[in-house]
């Protein structure tokens, strides 16, 4: 197959048979799901199920991460023709990838929301499938934690963020883009012995022990050097990565609900994440982006490369 059986090729999210291989479809045209891959609730054979959690609630600035899983889904058209560069394999190919479209909810039934969030990517674990899921804002990550640890057991944490999100909330009923990570290690689910956050820029009097490596930092010392750090604390457990795409300076990701300059250029989160390879991936998300605060789309194109770097990470164990 080749670019030009995009004359014949449409809709590749629903007429495509196999989920494996690369996709040629016109990327301005046809029905759009996460690098084209099929839709579908069938989780059978599916090594990564894509999913998105479109809620945002009360967040700091400026709402719209709902709308973040439709638009990473649109910009990740322009992927799906070649492998990733660099990699040297192909994912796409490698594994059964499949979109399992978004997550149904009453949107006026908010304290519902962590408990539809906690089933739901539960289900996809207990398919044996990697959730490889797109936000909404960060709050949606503090379910998924709980159901990883339910059965994986306490999770180590790879953090890319602006803000630690460990600022103290002892109220359950509290949904928080800003606390997920405060309340998932008081709940026991993440480790914080075996957890790092990369590119914080905001000050938080306790980060509950959580290793913090700010992008100053990663500045000064490096992408070598940061990953060095990064293995060091996560040792050889398995680890889930959480992208809030506010880690990213907002030269490069301008769409967002809570901007704070200073941050990483792509170059260096795309840099961290490759550099990551060989990790024992249990599953990861992209949150926050908020397509209405940027016209250009950069911030979407972040979002749906972070999501295949996950997906690559992913397949790069298994190959």
Known sequence: ????????????????????????????????????????????????????????????????????????????????????????YDPLSLLSVID??????????????????EAH??????????PITLGGDHSITLPILRAVAARRGPVAL????????????DDPDRIDHGTF?????????????????VGIRTENPDTLGVTILDAPGVHRDGVDATLARIRRVIG?????????????????APGTGTPVW?????????????????????????VEVSPPYDTTGATAIAGAHVAMELIALYGWTRR
């Open 1 to 88: 197959m080749a670019l030009e059986d995009a004359k014949d090729e449409v809709d590749q999210a629903f007429t495509r048979k196999d989920p494996r291989g690369l996709s040629f479809e016109n990327a301005f045209g046809g029905a759009v799901s996460f690098l084209r891959r099929r839709y579908t609730k069938d989780l059978a054979g599916a090594d990564v199920a894509v999913t998105g959690i479109p809620f945002d609630g009360a967040v700091t600035h400026r709402p719209g991460a709902r709308f973040g899983p439709r638009a990473i889904r649109e910009a990740s058209t322009l992927q799906p023709f070649d492998p990733p560069y660099g990699w040297g």
């Open 158 to 169: 790879i953090q890319f963020d602006a803000h630690s999100d460990t600022w103290a909330d």
């Open 100 to 117: 399992y479209g978004d997550m149904a909810f009453d949107y006026a039934n908010v304290r519902a929301v962590p408990g539809l969030i």
């Open 181 to 197: 990570l405060y309340k998932a290690i008081r709940e026991g689910v993440v480790d914080p012995a075996a957890s790092v956050s």
């Open 262 to 286: 200073g941050g990483l250029a792509s170059w260096q989160a795309a840099a961290l994440l490759r550099g990551l390879a060989g990790v024992d991936l249990i599953g990861g998300d992209v």
């Open 121 to 130: 990517v539960g289900a996809i674990l207990d398919a044996d499938a990697a």
């Open 236 to 252: 050889d457990r398995p680890v889930y990565i959480t992208f809030d795409i506010d880690a990213l300076d907002p030269a490069f």
